[in-house]
């Protein structure tokens, strides 16, 4: 029987207090190995009985956990563990940058500071599967008959650098920055030719290919920095433009008397 004190208590907890402590409950059974990915929950009778709840204070937690991706429930099956993380980042990450304010600068400048660094760990680790998937990506970009077909190719060859770096955790984030930067690609490929990135995938996948750690680094180097000016530049008003405002000034409306 459990104490006033208990925060599982319905009667003395709140119900956020108790949808946290399961979320935590929750926690502790993935990181002990009770629950594995892709496992299939006991059904929500069982499990409130396990954790000493009602079924409407479990299944707000279980409604939780599915909107954070760590629950997927398949109709008139059950509910289950999710086997993908990158579902589990994605959404908390994404309000991150929205909520926070982050500007596409700032992200280019996390993708110079990290992707640099994997894309001369994929030159030392990259297998011949990696090395497919990125020649793919090339070949995906060179055929690209439109500006989305464009931008996934490109997307898909820098995730296949996250992949062939062998570092799971920078694949995760950045598959969710790429996909935060994905506004600015559109500008970016409405100011350039597809050649240029293409020239740039070609000379790290080259560096990457002889295992030159060093090339492929000052290759990725410079290919995201000519990407990012050419951001920062569709930002910009044409020089024509700012000479017309400075003509010609928004008028303000009349002034209060």
Known sequence: MRGKNDPHSSRYASPRDITTKLVASFKSLIA???????????PERELARLFGVNRSSLRQALKVLQLMGVLSQHVGDGTYLSTDAANILREPMEFLILIGDISDEELFDARLIVESELAARAAER?????????????SDMEASASDQTRI???L????AISQASGNRV??????VI??????SMSRIVKRA????PLSFHKAIYTAIYRRDADEARRKMVEHLLDAKSIMLSSHRKPASAQLAERINPIPRGPSKR
């Not at 990259?126 to 090339?138: E, M, P, S």
């Not at 898909?156 to 995730?159: G, K, N």
């Not at 790429?178 to 506004?183: F, G, N, P, T, V």
């Not at 030719?193 to 240029?196: L, N, Q």
């Open 32 to 42: 002990e190995g009770i629950l594995v990915p892709g496992c299939k929950l006991p």
């Open 126 to 138: 990259a297998t011949v599967q990696d090395l497919a998937a990125l020649q793919k990506a090339i």
């Open 152 to 154: 996934d190719a490109d």
């Open 156 to 159: 898909a060859f820098h995730e």
């Open 170 to 175: 920078c694949r995760l984030i950045f598959t």
């Open 178 to 183: 790429h996909r935060a930067i994905l506004q």
């Open 193 to 196: 030719s597809v050649e240029r």
